[in-house]
């Protein structure tokens, strides 16, 4: 099988298994509220999925080593298939208590702990461009984001929370399938140590690599109060101002960007990766500060749209940028230190959100995560460890 084979399958399981993260969300607040739960049970149950993945990512990334990530990518999605599946099954024949939908979320987070290591390293074992690679699956993250929440919207209005969580648990099925069929010569790696061993391995790869931990450092106050806060406080905002149909169409326009902004990654090759990227982190600075304006639709969905390309272009040279600076052998572990610093950060974010904006009121809020975010951009500049790096 060829590489282009290899990529075609990894695509597919990727961008079905992205359709039904997308699909989740609408499905699982609709269900959880329709129960009688209320706001705080889908409060619960979308935090108990988080708070499993953060907490089990550096053991899936030190899992993916020893094991190999393919193995470990289908085992989780056949896990979650079950998962969602019994959840399909719970909400058809009935309401299931909050607790069982609460621990259902934490064992598929679990389980997408498992599975997210592998992502990165998957890419440079299934194609020959790893930068175009990357812009294709963020162009397809972007349109799965635009199209699975209105897609479970409507199914969830006319058929009921169930059949979109059977969908949900197809769409694992369907990616297990895909990677299952890949065809790649790479064996588990001879790992010696202690499980704590390889995973103190992980962090000191992290450790030696100034960029890596100097941008994850940045991303700590970047995640936190640009990205974790403006995301709720942002919606509370253009809901009040405008509708909710506004913000759909909004969050709609941000999935658009991110599609352009990959498709200018994929085409557009810095030598200096890292500083360029830091163009996406200022244009995402605009997320925030567009529903404090009280914008017209027009406005919103432009700017949001601007805010979309700019994350999307960042992430693709950051993925690039892990995938081919750390080495092979490390970079399930170092991606998963990664991955588990960003969530948490994230988390906090909106855990904070409510909170300060109570204190501060929710423009003043939003105005200081744009300025604080063009900040955070500015230092990506300003460390010599991130202007400096150059491609490989």
């Known amino acids: 099988m ?29 269900g959880v509220l329709d129960a009688g739960y209320g706001a705080t049970g889908v409060g619960y149950a979308l935090g108990a999925w988080l ?60 389980a997408t702990a498992m599975f997210q290591p592998g992502v990165a390293s998957m890419v440079p074992q299934v194609a020959d461009d790893v930068q175009r690679a990357n812009g294709t699956l963020r162009i397809a993250e972007s349109m799965a984001g635009v199209l699975g929440p209105a897609l479970a919207g409507v199914l969830v209005s006319v058929s009921g929370p169930a059949v979109v969580f059977a969908i949900y648990a197809a769409t694992y099925a369907v990616s297990g399938a895909c990677l299952l069929a890949l065809k790649l010569d790479t064996a588990p790696l001879a790992m010696a140590s202690s499980f704590l061993g390889e995973l103190a391995a992980g962090w000191q790869a992290f450790r030696e690599r100034t960029w890596l931990w100097s941008v994850i450092a ?7 109060f640009v990205v974790g806060t403006s995301l709720p406080i942002g919606a509370e905002l253009v809901i009040g101002h405008l509708s909710s149909t506004a913000l ?94 960003s969530l948490v950060t994230m988390a906090l974010g909106r855990t904070l959100a409510g909170p300060i904006a109570g204190v501060t009121g929710a423009v003043p809020l939003m105005v200081f995560a744009t300025g604080l975010g063009l900040v955070c951009a500015a230092l990506l500049l300003v460390v010599p460890a991130t202007r400096r790096l150059q491609v490989r």
């Open 2 to 30: 060829t590489r282009g084979s290899n990529f075609r399958l990894y695509f597919a399981a990727r961008t079905t298994s992205l359709l039904g993260d997308a699909m989740i969300p609408v499905a699982l607040s609709v």
């Open 218 to 224: 940045i991303f700590g106050l970047y995640g936190c």
């Open 51 to 110: 708070a499993a993945v953060a907490l089990c990512m550096l053991f899936g990334g030190v899992l993916a080593d020893r094991f190999t990530p393919r193995r470990m990518m289908v085992l989780a999605d056949f896990a979650r298939f079950g998962l969602q599946a019994l959840t399909a099954v719970l909400f058809a024949v009935g309401t299931p208590s909050l607790l069982l939908i609460v621990v259902l979320q934490f064992l598929s987070g679990a």
């Open 248 to 341: 759909g169409l909004g969050l709609a326009a941000f999935g658009a960007g991110g599609a352009i902004g990959g498709t200018v990654a994929i085409r557009f090759r810095p030598r200096r990766p890292l500083a360029v990227g830091s163009i996406g982190w200022a244009l995402f600075a605009i997320y925030p500060l567009i529903p404090a304006l009280e914008p017209t639709l027009v406005v919103l969905m432009i700017g949001w749209s601007i805010a979309g390309a700019g994350i999307a272009f960042w992430s693709v040279l950051w993925s690039t940028t892990v995938q081919t600076q750390v080495p092979p052998d490390l970079l399930n572990r170092v991606y998963a230190y990664d991955v588990a610093g």
